[in-house]
């Protein structure tokens, strides 16, 4: 698994932004797959998360109703789709794949690899 997130930038409130996060591997179809996000000086937290197939998903509850988490197996690829953005969703996202056989998880220490991280900035 070789995990690299894409997709972040500068955008202003209410804007939306497109994630993606490619495993070059080739293995991202066995994982449940995670997005996490940190700001400096504060643990990373968990975003968002899908299963294998992709039938189930979860949400912190902040972002509920505003950010949606896809995958494309066929392509390798993880995304999540971010709306309706605030000043307070700015941080390093981060795409994970959890550990082999493991469901939905929020845990950090359920996921096993982890992409480089992208910024995403969102101004008032």
């Known amino acids: 698994v070789q995990l690299q997130a894409s997709g972040g930038g500068l955008v202003q409130t209410g804007d939306s932004l497109r994630l993606s996060c490619v495993d070059s591997?080739?293995?991202?179809?066995?994982?449940?797959m995670g997005w996490f996000r940190q700001i400096p000086g504060k643990e990373r937290e968990f975003v968002a998360a899908?299963?294998?197939?992709?039938?189930?998903?979860y949400y912190t509850d902040s972002v509920k109703g505003r950010f949606s988490v896809s995958r494309d197996n066929a392509k390798n690829t993880v995304y999540l789709q971010m709306n309706s953005l605030k000043p307070e969703d700015t941080a390093v996202y981060y795409c994970?794949?959890?550990?082999?056989?493991?469901?939905?998880?929020?845990?950090?220490?359920?996921?096993?690899?982890w992409g480089q991280g992208t910024q995403v900035t969102v101004s008032s």
């Open positions: 899908i299963t294998r197939s992709g039938e189930r998903t």
């Open positions: 591997g080739r293995a991202l179809g066995r994982f449940s």
């Open positions: 994970a794949s959890a550990s082999y056989g493991l469901g939905l998880t929020t845990a950090i220490s359920g996921y096993a690899y």
